[in-house]
């Protein structure tokens, strides 16, 4: 495995590789089993597995949260190495963003400004954006492999992918969960253990919405309420419960159709989110 | 020459000849020999030649300029095939901008926001720059050939270029003129014979300008007065005669390095533009 830091010294790797399939994971580090899981799915698929790992500062919105975003980069590359990894990528943010830097990638409309778009901020999916094309445009990945736990994030990398035409097939792995149901989170080493047990009402709420669609009830304002209920019931004050068209992030009034039920909460000062489909493949 | 109306065409199109070289040169039609020397350059310099031709509605800010457009497809054609263009691409608006687009790419700050930017509006350079990716994109050329006429424009592209690293190296090849001095330009084709004449003040204003400079006038607000004198002599008022940085578009003050001049005006109803580089390479 080699580490690069520059996108010249990325495309100089790739350059011999491009007769096979490259597979590209982007992460901003603190790797978990849910990376692993997309570092794996890589490494079925690609013949070269690159692997980014780059804490994009124009993502967040809050500076207290970048600041406290967990780093470990010693133990990303080895669990890289141990995964197959090919090539980390692992650039500065000057190498990324710089000096005279201009330019923004932008989804406009309901999708983007939604959800998580309306609690982080405008600029957060900007961010997101625009670094990922950045990333997509370096690496010139066959195919790119995002976590559906982002839900959000990937209906956006989705929608640009798609409207400027990147020459790239994205592939989305299932959300990792611990064995106690908790979606797998670079944010979640910040719980107290108190606060991690508070936080299993957020994907159980999402189960008893499951349960509760899958014995019938479609109207998703009850669904929503069922929800709502089950969080505020734990002590947990949700940023959101949405039930929501999983491509345009729309609101939905019925589960006629696949609908994604989206929850963000804080337990004490970690914001978590996680997510379901229902009726989806 | 083959003409392809979808990006999944152009893509198969390109498939067996990128074991050579790749030029790309947008235009939006309309041909002139401004045009054809873009179409020479990249014959001369790539194995593949690909013209693309899109009247691009999203940076057109008034309804009655994109309507008045000229559009001569047939004529353009016949001027590409003579030329040794390999590959047209001619998409309808529909194949560009699908139902559910929302997606933009920005270049913010002076560089956008000024001259152009301030006249035709912010969406101009939005547009521009949204379509020019696509067109990037869909060919992913060696080189792409802009002309020097348009001197904004090719700044906003070469930035937003380099911001998201676009694989491709930018050539901008010299504004082409008639031989009264008149740039090309397909808007030229709307001017009166008398508006034809009026317009000849704007290359005479620059040459003005550069022959000051030349015999040491450094003072740029001395050299701007100047060409604004020639142009109103000539009753033209001009939207703006601008000297500025020719990467920043920064305003400057004194001709101690390359300096951008650039006038926009209209000569009846017909928006002109033009521009030279004091003391560029």
Chains 1, 2 share one sequence.
Request: glycine share 8%; hydrophobic share 50%; with cysteine.
């Amino acid at each position: 495995m080699i580490v690069v830091r520059t996108v010249a010294d990325l495309r100089a790797a790739l350059y011999p590789r491009r007769t096979g399939a490259v597979g590209l994971v982007p992460t901003m580090g603190a790797l978990h089993e849910g990376h692993a899981t997309l570092l794996r799915a890589a490494r079925a698929a690609d013949d070269t597995v690159v692997m980014s790992l780059f804490v994009n500062p124009a993502q967040f919105n809050e500076q207290a949260d970048l600041a406290a975003y967990p780093r470990t980069e010693e133990a990303d590359l080895a669990l890289a190495a141990s995964e197959g990894v090919d090539i980390v990528f692992a650039p500065e943010a000057a190498e990324m963003y710089p000096a005279g830097f201009a330019t923004t990638v932008s989804v406009s409309g309901t999708l983007a400004d939604t959800l998580e778009g309306a609690e982080r901020g405008r600029s957060h999916f900007d961010g997101v954006a625009t670094v990922v094309t950045k990333l997509l445009l370096a690496a010139l990945p066959d195919h790119a492999y995002f976590g559906a736990k982002d839900a959000q994030q990937v209906a956006v990398i989705r929608r640009f992918v798609t409207d400027l035409g990147i020459p790239v097939e994205l592939v989305v792995c299932p959300t990792s969960r611990d064995a106690d149901g908790l979606a797998r989170s670079s944010r979640n080493t910040r719980l107290s253990p108190d606060e991690r047990a508070q936080a299993l009402a957020i994907p159980r709420a999402l189960s008893g919405i499951q349960d509760a669609a899958t014995a019938g009830l479609r109207d998703t304002a009850a669904l929503r309420a069922q929800g709502l209920a089950h969080l505020e019931a734990a002590g947990i004050h949700p940023e959101y419960v949405a039930l929501v068209d999983p491509v345009t992030f729309a609101p939905v009034d019925e589960v006629a159709q696949p609908v994604l039920v989206a929850i963000a909460a804080r337990v004490g000062a970690t914001r978590l989110i996680d997510n379901i489909v229902l009726g989806g493949a």
